[in-house]
Structures are given as structure tokens and as C-alpha cells.
């Protein structure tokens, strides 16, 4: 035998799955609202870096006492990225903690747990943030473009007792999965020219002015690539001075 509400019980669920209708509205609205907060806080405390990083001469000094995992400070002349680089203990706490160690989406620049003052290269991961064009890494998509490419040829590293500059080469998406470019120090000429050509291979854009050589000391600057997960945006560059 069938089963059917009469009228007051049909009222009693619509008015049920109305009240569950608002309930899930009010829940979304106070999510986007508490999301749109948190982006605007990290936002801000990313400008402020910024500001402390372009107006003053003894701005490591200052971020070193907010985290002594800093390392540099990487900075284009024009601002087109200015922020501090740190180095943890691992390569996964500033995937999602800000430079002062609170919980960020956006997380902050640090450069592979693995690296040592010997290695040849040295590789600074930072996160591609895709609904702010100006956040962390996410500049450098733009330097798969030719003319970005060539407008921000240059960066320093700011140490606490020196600068480097370095003049980036080329622009490449990488393949995720290729572990033999994901090397940070060569046995020989032969073994660095192998790497080299790899590495080329994934080039799509190139400098006929700053050309890497086996003695030279090099950046790699890393992202995402919001167009196919498994790729990765790696920018090459070489120390000049």
C-alpha cells in the first residue's frame, strides 16, 4: 500500500527544506565572507613586506626578527617581485604558513631544505596564487611572454651582508615528473652539458645576452603553471655580480 503526505505535511517539508535552503545560503555567504577576509589580510601583509623591502636600507635586519628562517631577499629593480626568501626544515611548513608563521594559503618563498652554499644551483619554490596576479610568484607567467621576458631581465638576492645579481636566461615549462633537471650540482663539463640541454629542450623563451656556462652559480625561481598541472614554471638565471 502507498504512502502519501496530505497538505500539512507537504507544508511541513517545503517549509523544512527552506529553512535548510537558508541555512546553507548563510553558510556559503559567511565562507566567501570569512575567505574574502583572510585573501585581503594575506594581501595586505604581503604589501607591507613590500614596502618595508623597497623603503628601507636595513629591511633584512627588520624581517630577520620577525623570522629567523630567512635567507635573502629576492628583488627585481622594478618591484615586479620583492619578497623575502626563507629556508626551513622542510620543504612543506611554507607551502601554507606566511613569513611570520601564521596560516596562509598564499604561503611564503623558500628555497629547497636541501640546498648547501656548494651546490651550483640553488631552487626557490613560491606559489603561483591565481586570483591575484601580483602575489608571490605568480609575476613570473607573465615571463613566458616576450616582452615581460626581456622588460625583467635582472634580480638581486639581498643577503644580510651582501647582494648578488643575477640575469635570467630563460623561461621554461617544465615537466613535473622529470627528476634528471632537478639537479643542483655537476661531476664534470660533460655531465653539466647534458643537463644543459635537457634543460633547453623545455625552453620557451631564451636571452642572447645572459648564457649559462659550466662555472657559472645559477637561480632557478619556480611555480605552478595554471594552464596544466603537470607542468611547472621554472625561471633560469645566472649570477652576474
Known amino acids: 500500500m502507498g504512502w502519501c503526505m496530505d497538505n500539512k505535511q507537504k507544508k511541513s517539508l517545503i517549509k523544512l527544506m527552506m529553512i535548510m535552503a537558508w541555512m546553507l545560503l548563510i553558510s556559503t555567504s559567511t565562507y566567501l565572507i570569512n575567505e574574502q577576509k583572510r585573501i585581503y589580510q594575506e594581501k595586505n601583509k604581503e604589501q607591507s613586506i613590500k614596502k618595508m623591502i623597497d623603503e628601507n636600507e636595513h629591511a633584512f635586519d627588520m624581517l630577520a626578527k620577525i623570522n629567523p628562517d630567512l635567507l635573502a631577499i629576492l628583488n627585481f629593480d622594478d618591484a615586479f617581485i620583492s619578497l623575502p626568501i626563507v629556508k626551513g626544515t622542510d620543504n612543506a611548513y611554507y607551502l601554507q604558513h606566511a613569513f611570520d608563521g601564521s596560516y596562509s594559503s598564499q604561503g611564503t618563498a623558500f628555497v629547497d631544505v636541501r640546498y648547501q652554499n656548494t651546490d651550483q644551483i640553488m631552487f626557490i619554490y613560491g606559489h603561483n596564487v591565481y586570483y591575484d596576479p601580483n602575489a608571490m610568484f605568480s609575476p613570473l607567467a607573465s615571463l613566458l611572454d616576450q616582452d615581460e621576458f626581456e622588460r625583467h631581465d635582472k634580480f ?25 633537471v632537478m639537479q643542483t650540482q655537476f661531476a664534470s663539463l660533460i655531465a ?18 645572459h648564457v649559462p656556462s659550466f662555472a657559472d652559480k645559477m637561480v632557478i625561481l619556480q611555480t605552478c603553471y595554471e594552464r596544466d598541472v603537470n607542468k611547472r614554471i621554472w625561471i633560469v638565471a645566472k649570477k652576474i655580480s
Request: some cysteine.
Open 156 to 180: 638581486e638576492l639581498i643577503y644580510q651582508d651582501h647582494k648578488e645579481s643575477y640575469g635570467i636566461c630563460m623561461s621554461l615549462l617544465v615537466d613535473v615528473e622529470d627528476q634528471q
Open 192 to 209: 653539466w652539458q647534458t643537463w644543459y640541454e635537457r634543460l633547453k629542450s623545455y625552453a620557451m623563451l631564451e636571452s642572447s645576452y
